[in-house]
């Protein structure tokens, strides 16, 4: 079975650090582009950072650069969301994706945010992040 695992969600305290992972079964991550979005309550998917599938060129959302820090590690078929300083309205579901199709991290954040996350090829099932005192 194909399908992407996520792992790492909490509660946590404002200020505070949280490392997502997500996971790949059935098939290897070597060749996707692999990115997180996150969902918050009544509003639309947006990508928060996502990782090239050749270079390794990463891309981050204004709203997380200098705190959030994504990376792979091929031989675990497993991509990580290092997030620090973490704000109280960072508070969502957080999601990884996958597509082969995609050549460059910035393509697939800013492009599959909102409504267009549907066409991206895999997902997972998302992990909460609570950001909360």
């Known amino acids: 079975q194909l399908q992407l695992v996520e792992s790492g969600g909490g509660l946590v305290q404002p200020g505070g650090s949280l490392r997502l992972s997500c996971a790949a079964s059935?098939?290897?991550?070597?060749?996707?582009?692999i990115g997180w979005f996150r969902q918050a309550p009544g509003k639309e998917r947006e990508g928060v950072s996502c990782i090239s599938p050749y270079d390794g060129s990463t891309y981050y959302a204004d709203s997380v650069k200098g705190r959030f820090t994504i990376s792979r590690d091929n031989a675990k078929n497993t991509v990580y969301l290092q997030m620090n300083s973490l704000k109280p309205e960072e508070t969502a579901v957080y999601y990884c994706?996958?597509?082969?199709?995609?050549?460059?991290?910035?393509?697939?954040?800013?492009?599959?945010?909102?409504?267009?996350?549907?066409?991206?090829?895999?997902w997972g099932q998302g992990t909460l992040v609570t950001v909360s005192s």
């Open positions: 059935g098939f290897t991550l070597d060749y996707y582009a």
């Open positions: 994706a996958a597509d082969r199709g995609i050549n460059t991290g910035r393509t697939m954040c800013v492009t599959y945010g909102g409504a267009m996350y549907r066409h991206l090829e895999r």
